[in-house]
């Protein structure tokens, strides 16, 4: 299989798999997980990643770093992050290889390896699946150097910013494929992005190397103390002076905060309001949402552009915690405002049970549950009896035991041999059955996973 870097695509998997409705179980049940001991991820066979990195010339290449980087979803938020889970070499014949001789993070849906020479070529192969051996081929291409300069308002330069490559589209930034997409790229891995950083100087101007021949546009994510650090994507066949808005600043607290042992997994997201109309007519577009850890004391800060702002917490799916329903707002009005607010979050119900075979009652290892939350029930002539659904997700263990941590409520509860990333996703139908989940936990019976469609 040659894969090179004309060849770039998203492959999800195909999956079919049936799904049950929990029964509720009010007495105790012995095998479950303790809510201080979360499910983990089923058994995953050992897989090798090998193959070849070679040249514009079809000859190996010795020396080339290879990384392993997974495309997965976070917890918590509809966002996806690449996250690198390992790293090779090429020797004398350009050869490498990886092993994974452990689970990787059952939210990872794909992973590519990216390529990098010692004269700056780059490549990159198409997705792997994380659960197979891949034999693969990455034909490297020639990169180049931009110049350009980093302003604020009436031409100020702005010193001292760090701009970090992130990713690069063969095609123009708001040109987008056949199916809604953005053109073909990739995402650069992290390591890589930090080598690549560059700083600007007194005058704003910089220089940014490792970019393929080929780009079109490209993402950087920039760092500044007055203007915030937003990631910015720009076509590259235009003058490369890129002027940012004064910012203000958002900062604030989660309430009550979560014991200490839980805070490292709880994250604060900032997010344009959806509703506000947004009229700046700029030549690259500036993306301010933004995903951080929060403090020991719980607090957090962001520097924004004036607009009307959705602050909320993200947490992981293994602390007890979830946020409030109704996230928190802010609304900058002019430059250096400061806007102080509080995220709230409270303690989740722990959801245990297990996952079976229709067939037989065998667990089912690494199944994926589904907890559908009703949101919203829809009106209009395009949604007349649809709804809206909040979705809880989490894995089985090697016993086919799972937890969740939800809000209180009603929910339905679904079980699929894989997640699904297929678009439109599954909808359950109005008359389906619901669970009410209250209180500090919760166990549900045996939930049936219908394999018979598989």
């Not at 081929?137 to 009436?154: D, F, K, Q, W």
């Amino acid at each position: 299989m040659k894969i090179g870097l004309q060849r770039f695509a998203v492959q999800p998997a195909v999956v079919l798999a049936g799904f049950a409705v929990a029964l509720l179980m009010t007495g105790a049940n012995p095998g479950l997980v303790s809510a201080e001991e979360p499910a983990t991820p089923g058994d995953v066979p050992e897989t090798v990643i090998s193959g070849v990195v070679k040249d514009a010339d079809d000859k190996p290449v010795e020396g080339a770093r290879v990384w392993f980087v997974a495309f997965r979803t976070v917890d918590g938020a509809p966002m996806f992050e690449w996250k690198s889970v390992g790293e090779s070499a090429t020797d004398a014949d350009g050869r490498f290889q990886w092993r994974r001789q452990r689970p990787i993070d059952e939210r990872c849906t794909g992973i590519t390896a990216f390529a990098h020479s010692r004269d700056e070529s780059s490549g990159w192969t198409e997705y792997c699946k994380v659960d197979q051996s891949h034999e693969v081929m990455i034909s490297l291409s020639a990169t180049r150097a931009i110049n350009g300069r980093l302003v604020g308002p009436e031409d100020k330069p702005i010193k001292n910013a760090r701009i970090r490559l992130s990713s690069f589209s063969f095609g123009k930034r708001n040109v987008r494929n056949v199916r809604g997409s953005r053109a073909r790229g990739s995402t650069l891995p992290e390591e890589l992005g930090n080598e690549l950083l560059v700083t600007t100087d007194a005058d704003g101007s910089f220089t940014m190397t490792g970019l393929p021949t080929e780009a079109a546009s490209i993402s950087a994510a920039v760092e500044t103390e007055e203007y915030g650090n937003p990631t910015l994507t720009f076509d590259l066949d235009e003058p490369l002076v890129l002027s940012l808005e004064r910012t203000g600043s958002v900062e604030g607290r989660v309430e009550p905060l979560p014991e200490k042992i839980h805070r490292a997994g709880v994250r604060v997201r900032i997010q344009p309001d959806f509703r506000q109309k947004v009229s700046r007519e700029t030549s690259f577009d500036a993306n301010y949402s933004s995903l951080i850890p929060i403090g020991q004391d719980g607090s957090f800060q962001f520097r924004v552009p004036p607009g009307k702002w959705d602050v909320s917490a993200v947490i992981d799916r293994s602390v007890p915690w979830v946020p409030v329903k109704l996230g928190s707002h802010a609304e900058v009005a002019a430059a250096g405002d400061i806007r102080k607010i509080t995220v709230g979050v409270v303690r989740a119900v722990a959801v245990r049970g297990r996952i079976v075979e229709k067939a037989g009652g065998k667990p089912v290892s690494g199944a994926c549950v589904t907890l559908y939350e009703l949101a919203a029930r829809l009106s209009g002539k395009n949604f007349e009896g649809k709804n809206a659904w909040n979705q809880t997700i989490c894995f089985t263990d090697k016993q086919g035991q799972f937890q969740a941590f939800v809000h209180p409520g009603h929910f339905f509860v679904r079980a699929t041999r894989f997640r699904e990333i297929k678009f439109p996703g599954f909808e359950p139908k109005n008359d389906a059955r619901l669970t009410k989940i209250a209180g500090e936990k919760i166990d549900l019976r045996d939930v049936v996973l219908d394999t018979g469609s598989e």
